[in-house]
């Protein structure tokens, strides 16, 4: 692993000048989460389009640059998608996101947590439930 | 190189074999004492000793493995508590201090603490000295409030005296922060308490590692700190209190060893400290725990401290340099123990932490188990690098190299 690697150009800019940051003043899915490791904190808020897009989503958060650069990352991506294609999401997309960096274990979970967050909501709003497979992230 | 008027630094290092590993190809820089510390060899000894030579349950059988297991377990108890200036009567072999501060809670604070009490607290406290508080203050229906900080990072003591008027319970405080460094007063807030009225508990897992303590003169009711912070193994550490608390208090954990007579509806207790040690106790921890307070004792707690305020004044000197480097804690050297909790710029304390990494430096980022602290700070994270005796000023540079790495990474 090389933080060289880890930390391109591309995360250092999405860390200091996050796309999709802030509130939306009407939305119909929340979510927040934390890491308990880091403290690393992301909230996510979706206005929910005609037939059940993504119409609008934004997100705040504090954290490090591999959590608030993915979930940054995240939200362009998820953005016009329909609510179904979040169940597809995989930890391989983020990691695709991030230009698969060779992260440890525990960064894994920075990398995951806007994941998570997104999940958490949509599938709380399409009446699921998401089980984190990874456990605490 | 640190040498003669401190101590042998060179020479400390050959004791640690874990300090010839490699991490990621480089020399180990281990700077993540106040989490836990490397073990000399002679602790590692100790352990393979017990467990190849005498391994035995301790205070039950009369054969000749149950008798040495015994006599070194006590051994150690009788050495830990010299350490500190107590009486091994008074010496409590507990998990660590989270064990000891729940103890606390459950076998003092649910017979002493009523309705309506105050418990004092302190907003530099590690959570092992908050949450057991919380929990007791939520099942008697007492009252938790906290003592404030000054800008500098000390305790307030303006706060600390407002809340002595009204008449605490409970005082738990650190004698040494976790993350600001911060040594507190702790005769002076002992006695300022126990004319209020309350009980002192504190938290020397900082302390007992760093400074020469002497619990006489200290006057705390209950001390507690753990082994590993202290070149010692995991899982053992001990309370100290006062014979009569201890006495009076009920038993925390029921269960064998710590029974005189067990009958059908009731039983009675055993004597202090074995009261509260119920069930089969961490022997081999506590053996290692004695021959981690021999290595501190043959080195000088006076020169442990000396050489920490040097690397920390040479840290300082090599840190504060670097543009967008911010400390945390009193300035004063004399004033605090070997830890410098810090950011750097915008970097946030894990991604410093992973190009540390890289570099073979292992240093702790995060909250350190102090969310209060680090919302008054009013940061979410912040970087620790912790000193211990075989650390030396070649590491701080390793540490500060690391960070302008950081810094060119990151363009700050």
């Not at chain 1, 037939?51 to 954290?63: A, C, L, R």
């Not at chain 2, 074995?274 to 006076?302: C, P, W």
């Not at chain 2, 401290?305 to 300082?316: G, Q």
């Given at each position: 692993?090389?933080?060289?690697?880890?930390?391109?150009?591309?995360?250092?800019?999405?860390?200091?000048?996050?796309?999709?940051?802030?509130?939306?003043?009407?939305?119909?899915?929340?979510?927040?989460?934390?890491?308990?490791?880091?403290?690393?904190?992301?909230?996510?808020?979706?206005?929910?389009?005609?037939?059940?897009?993504?119409?609008?989503?934004?997100?705040?958060?504090?954290?490090?640059?591999?959590?608030?650069?993915?979930?940054?990352?995240?939200t362009e991506l998820a953005k016009g998608k329909p609510l179904e294609w979040v169940r597809q999401v995989a930890k391989e997309d983020v990691f695709k996101l991030l230009g698969n960096p060779d992260l440890g274990p525990s960064r894994v979970k920075c990398a995951l947590l806007g994941m998570k967050v997104l999940k958490t909501g949509v599938y709380g709003y399409l009446g699921a439930h998401y089980d984190d497979p990874d456990g605490s992230v | 190189m640190l040498k003669s008027e401190t101590i042998d630094v060179e020479a400390v290092r050959r004791d640690f074999p874990i300090l010839k590993r490699k991490v990621h190809g480089k020399r180990l820089v281990y700077l993540d004492n106040a989490a836990t510390t490397q073990k000399p060899q002679s602790v590692i000894d100790a352990l393979v000793d017990y467990y190849s030579r005498y391994n035995s349950n301790v205070h039950r059988?009369?054969?000749?493995?149950?008798?040495?297991?015994?006599?070194?377990?006590?051994?150690?108890?009788?050495?830990?508590?010299?350490?500190?200036?107590?009486?091994?009567?008074?010496?409590?072999?507990?998990?660590?201090?989270?064990?000891?501060?729940?103890?606390?809670?459950?076998?003092?604070?649910?017979?002493?603490?009523?309705?309506?009490?105050?418990?004092?607290?302190?907003?530099?406290?590690?959570?092992?000295?908050?949450?057991?508080?919380?929990?007791?203050?939520?099942?008697?229906?007492?009252?938790?409030?906290?003592?404030?900080?000054?800008?500098?990072?000390?305790?307030?003591?303006?706060?600390?005296?407002?809340?002595?008027?009204?008449?605490?319970?409970?005082?738990?405080?650190?004698?040494?922060?976790?993350?600001?460094?911060?040594?507190?007063?702790?005769?002076?807030?002992?006695?300022?308490?126990?004319?209020?009225?309350?009980?002192?508990?504190?938290?020397?897992?900082?302390?007992?590692?760093?400074?020469?303590?002497?619990?006489?003169?200290?006057?705390?009711?209950?001390?507690?700190?753990?082994?590993?912070?202290?070149?010692?193994?995991?899982?053992?550490?001990?309370?100290?209190?006062?014979?009569?608390?201890?006495?009076?208090?009920?038993?925390?954990?029921?269960?064998?060893?710590?029974?005189?007579?067990?009958?059908?509806?009731?039983?009675?207790?055993?004597?202090?400290?074995?009261?509260?040690?119920?069930?089969?106790?961490?022997?081999?921890?506590?053996?290692?725990?004695?021959?981690?307070?021999?290595?501190?004792?043959?080195?000088?707690?006076?020169?442990?401290?000396?050489?920490?305020?040097?690397?920390?004044?040479?840290?300082?000197?090599?840190?504060?340099?670097?543009?967008?480097?911010?400390?945390?804690?009193?300035?004063?050297?004399?004033?605090?123990?070997?830890?410098?909790?810090?950011?750097?710029?915008?970097?946030?304390?894990?991604?410093?932490?992973?190009?540390?990494?890289?570099?073979?430096?292992?240093?702790?980022?995060?909250?350190?188990?102090?969310?209060?602290?680090?919302?008054?700070?009013?940061?979410?994270?912040?970087?620790?690098?912790?000193?211990?005796?075989?650390?030396?000023?070649?590491?701080?540079?390793?540490?500060?190299?690391?960070?302008?790495?950081?810094?060119?990474?990151?363009?700050?």
């Amino acid at each position: 692993m090389s933080s060289a690697d880890i930390y391109r150009e591309l995360i250092l800019d999405y860390y200091r000048n996050p796309r999709n940051f802030g509130k939306l003043e009407k939305f119909d899915i929340q979510a927040h989460d934390t890491n308990p490791l880091c403290g690393d904190e992301i909230e996510m808020q979706i206005r929910v389009g005609g037939e059940n897009t993504i119409e609008e989503i934004k997100f705040t958060g504090k954290g490090c640059a591999i959590s608030q650069a993915s979930a940054s990352m995240l939200t362009e991506l998820a953005k016009g998608k329909p609510l179904e294609w979040v169940r597809q999401v995989a930890k391989e997309d983020v990691f695709k996101l991030l230009g698969n960096p060779d992260l440890g274990p525990s960064r894994v979970k920075c990398a995951l947590l806007g994941m998570k967050v997104l999940k958490t909501g949509v599938y709380g709003y399409l009446g699921a439930h998401y089980d984190d497979p990874d456990g605490s992230v | 190189m640190l040498k003669s008027e401190t101590i042998d630094v060179e020479a400390v290092r050959r004791d640690f074999p874990i300090l010839k590993r490699k991490v990621h190809g480089k020399r180990l820089v281990y700077l993540d004492n106040a989490a836990t510390t490397q073990k000399p060899q002679s602790v590692i000894d100790a352990l393979v000793d017990y467990y190849s030579r005498y391994n035995s349950n301790v205070h039950r059988s009369v054969h000749t493995l149950g008798e040495e297991a015994t006599e070194a377990y006590e051994d150690s108890r009788r050495k830990v508590a010299k350490f500190v200036g107590a009486q091994a009567k008074e010496t409590v072999f507990v998990r660590g201090t989270t064990e000891a501060t729940n103890l606390v809670r459950f076998a003092w604070g649910e017979k002493y603490v009523k309705k309506g009490d105050l418990i004092v607290a302190t907003l530099m406290e590690h959570h092992s000295n908050i949450v057991p508080w919380q929990l007791l203050a939520k099942s008697r229906g007492a009252v938790l409030k906290y003592v404030g900080l000054t800008p500098d990072g000390e305790l307030d003591m303006g706060s600390l005296e407002g809340l002595l008027r009204e008449s605490p319970r409970l005082v738990a405080f650190a004698h040494c922060s976790n993350v600001l460094g911060t040594i507190n007063d702790v005769a002076t807030i002992c006695t300022k308490a126990r004319s209020a009225g309350a009980t002192t508990i504190v938290d020397g897992a900082q302390s007992v590692p760093h400074l020469p303590v002497d619990l006489a003169s200290l006057g705390a009711d209950f001390y507690a700190f753990s082994g590993h912070k202290m070149l010692g193994p995991t899982g053992i550490g001990v309370l100290i209190g006062k014979k009569r608390l201890l006495e009076e208090m009920d038993p925390f954990e029921g269960g064998g060893e710590m029974i005189r007579e067990v009958f059908e509806d009731h039983s009675t207790w055993n004597d202090v400290p074995h009261k509260f040690e119920a069930g089969t106790v961490n022997v081999a921890g506590a053996i290692g725990f004695g021959a981690a307070v021999d290595y501190l004792s043959r080195l000088g707690m006076d020169k442990v401290r000396e050489h920490e305020v040097r690397l920390l004044d040479y840290a300082y000197d090599a840190l504060s340099s670097l543009k967008g480097f911010h400390a945390y804690g009193p300035e004063d050297t004399k004033k605090r123990s070997g830890l410098i909790a810090f950011n750097y710029a915008d970097v946030h304390p894990h991604d410093l932490a992973t190009i540390l990494d890289e570099e073979g430096v292992a240093i702790r980022s995060g909250h350190h188990c102090a969310q209060l602290l680090m919302r008054c700070l009013d940061v979410s994270a912040t970087n620790r690098a912790s000193f211990y005796v075989y650390n030396s000023y070649d590491d701080v540079d390793a540490l500060r190299h690391g960070i302008e790495k950081a810094g060119a990474i990151f363009k700050v």
